[in-house]
């Protein structure tokens, strides 16, 4: 989806990114750990942020 020029992915688009299930993305974005917009009962995460979010993870697991 694209709002203001941006790319967003639903939780549970980014839930399959991260392999990670939709309820850990909501948690994440309810504790701030992940930004987001809420539009209606629906968070939309940046694209890029996930990437971000993505390498980091990757990064503290070496």
Not at 11 to 19: C, G, K, P
Not at 20 to 32: H, M, P, S
């Amino acid at each position: 989806m694209v709002i203001d020029g941006e790319h967003y992915l639903t939780a549970t688009e980014t839930a399959r990114r991260l392999r990670v299930c939709d309820e850990t993305i909501r948690r994440w974005v309810r504790l701030g750990r992940l930004p987001a917009r809420k539009l209606g009962f629906q968070y939309f995460i940046l694209e890029r942020d996930v990437e971000e979010y993505a390498k980091a993870k990757v990064k503290s697991s070496l």
